[in-house]
Every structure is written in C-alpha cells, then in structure tokens.
Nanobody, 127 residues
Framework: QVQLVESGGGLVQAGSSLRLSCAASGRTFSSYAMGWFRQAPGKEREFVAG????????YYADSVKGRFTISRDNAKNTMYLQMNSLKPTDTAVYYCATHYTSSIYYASPRSNEYDYWGQGTQVTVSS
C-alpha cells in the first residue's frame, strides 16, 4: 500500500511559479514510477509529467514542456513539480500518482496504469 499526499498548490498570477510536492509513504518508493496529472472543471484528467524510478527519465505533456520540471528525491520519498511561467490554462486540481514497474526507464502517460493516487491540490492561475 502506498499513500500519497500533495502540497504546494495555491492562487497565483499568470507568469508566476509554484512548486508542488508529493510525499509518499512506504519503503519501496524507488520501485515505483511516478506522475503528475491534472483535471480542470468540466474536463477529463490529463497527463502532465512522469518520471522513472531513478528519476533519470522524464516525460512531459506538450502543453507544459519547457515550463514544468518533474523531479524526485528517493531518499525523502518525495516527488516535485516545479511550475514556471504559469498560465490561466494551467488552472486545475493537480494529482500525483504512482505505478509499479520493473523498468528503470518507464513512466506511463496513461492514468489507468497508475495504482495509487493522492487527494489532489488546487492550482489557480489568474490573468
């Protein structure tokens, strides 16, 4: 069982930055790939970024590439999402999630492959 807790959301102006954190319980954090997803009102949940078990491989949605950076600290059982140059279209509830994988290179962009989810943290970007 893995428990995930997000933090760091808030209300900011366009062009600002935020850093989200996802703290995970469990002793096998490094065995899991991790990802960030978001869901805006009236829209489906969408992939934002993923990171492999070691943190050496990262994946991004085109909409955030170059602005967001995903990272993880396996010693602290924590994953991060640094969000720069925020836009009103980034407004959403952001969720962290994790899935077990035997590959050290892979993190899925598909939400149905993730086993555990956090409760979400609201990010609101005003224009």
């Amino acid at each position: 069982q893995v428990q995930l807790v997000e933090s760091g959301g808030g209300l900011v102006q366009a062009g600002s930055s935020l850093r989200l954190s996802c703290a995970a319980s469990g002793r096998t954090f490094s065995s899991y790939a991790m990802g960030w997803f978001r869901q805006a009102p009236g829209k489906e949940r969408e992939f934002v970024a993923g990171i492999s078990r070691s943190g050496g491989i990262t994946y991004y949605a085109d909409s955030v590439k170059g602005r967001f950076t995903i990272s993880r600290d396996n010693a602290k059982n924590t994953m991060y999402l640094q969000m720069n140059s925020l836009k009103p279209t980034d407004t959403a509830v952001y969720y962290c999630a994790t899935h077990y994988t035997s590959s050290i290179y892979y993190a899925s962009p598909r939400s149905n492959e993730y086993d555990y989810w956090g409760q979400g943290t609201q990010v609101t970007v005003s224009s």
